[in-house]
């Protein structure tokens, strides 16, 4: 199976580092897929949700609020103004990411939609 190196960066650091199956990003023109094999592209991203999936078909989340994205053929590069990696079985772990998604979004004076939007994707995708 092929796969994609993703790493997703900060200003804080790192939040994600691995290889992933494909990647939903949040295009500055719509949301976009990429799988192993994409055309290379440097692309602005928008305040949104990364949807990254693993190679065991398991799914992870990172809100971000901007950024920019570089693909090739075998890697993604997701440099953000600021991220939140929402991971975990529990409720509480994942609550906790939720609180965390909030205060990003707070913290950039976001249009409300697109605030509840990023939060509802979140939440749904998590209690499915």
């Given at each position: 199976?092929?796969t ?90 994942i609550?906790?990411s ?31």
């Open positions: 199976m092929e994609l190196k993703l790493e997703i960066v900060t200003p804080k650091g790192s939040i994600f580092n691995g290889e992933v199956k494909s990647i939903t990003l949040p295009g500055s023109e719509g949301e976009f897929g990429v799988l192993p094999g994409h055309a290379s592209l440097l692309t602005l991203l928008r305040t949104g949700v990364i949807d990254i999936e693993k190679s065991d078909g398991k799914h992870d989340l990172v809100a971000i609020s901007s950024g920019y994205a570089e693909v090739d053929e075998g890697s993604v590069t997701i440099l953000a103004d600021g991220a939140v990696y929402v991971g975990g079985d529990g409720e509480s772990e609550a906790n939720l609180k965390k998604i909030e205060d990003l979004l707070d913290s950039i004076k976001s249009d409300p939609f697109v605030a509840e939007s990023v939060l509802a994707r979140v939440k749904n995708i998590k209690t499915s």
